[in-house]
């Protein structure tokens, strides 16, 4: 997220392949220099690294987050976006509108939903975002130690590998599209974690990780 590169909010052709969307943002991405090694969270970044992963593998980014996280933790409430089906028991995302947060459902086509390639494209329930996200952070999804994913000896780092570092004790991980909203704070040995999933975008961040923080002293205190 430091490498000065950026795009004008979620750019979303018409889809035909992810190679096809990763070339048009790409044909579309604009390089900051001012802001490069300063950090700032763009998506773009996430969609030109799922581009070189699929050149490098030969394999799909699907195909390779079902053999990452699916598979090999045996997951059984997650799914690609884009197969949603009626028939699948989730909740509807929503956006604010004036005072009543149900006013607006949030219509969000095919072609938005692939062109989050790499950063909003997997619906979870979350006990599977938990035991997905604990694998990650602990290094036992990719096989290694946390020491080999986190840099070490920088209690004040405010961002690193996908988490805000700045909670003591803890790592939050925060995520908003298709009209929810979504934040976890997970302790740095992944055994305990506090998981708000909600379905109205546009509430206030601020209060959402707030919450989540009260349940965490809440369940800290309860220990």
Known sequence: MRSGLKTVGTLAPKYQSDRQLVDYVA????????????????????????????KVTGQSYEALFKQAYIDRLHLKQTVMAYHLRPTMNYASGYNVQGQNSYASQQLTSLD?????????????SALDFYRATRSLMTGDLLGG???QLYRPGQPNLFYDAGFYQNVPGFLRAN?????????????RNGRDAV??????????????IALAGQLRQQFLQAK
Request: charged share 10%; aromatic share 10%; no cysteine.
């Open 27 to 54: 044909a579309h991405v604009t390089d900051d220099p001012h802001q490069f090694g300063i950090w700032q969270y763009t998506a773009v970044n996430y969609v030109l690294l799922v581009g070189i992963v699929e």
């Open 112 to 124: 938005q939903m692939h062109a989050e390639l790499g950063t909003g494209q997997v619906y979870m």
């Open 145 to 147: 130690t946390r020491a």
């Open 175 to 187: 995520g908003s599209g298709y009209g929810y909203m979504t934040t976890m704070q997970l302790s």
């Open 195 to 208: 998981v708000i999933l909600g379905n109205v975008q546009g509430r206030s961040r601020a209060g959402i």
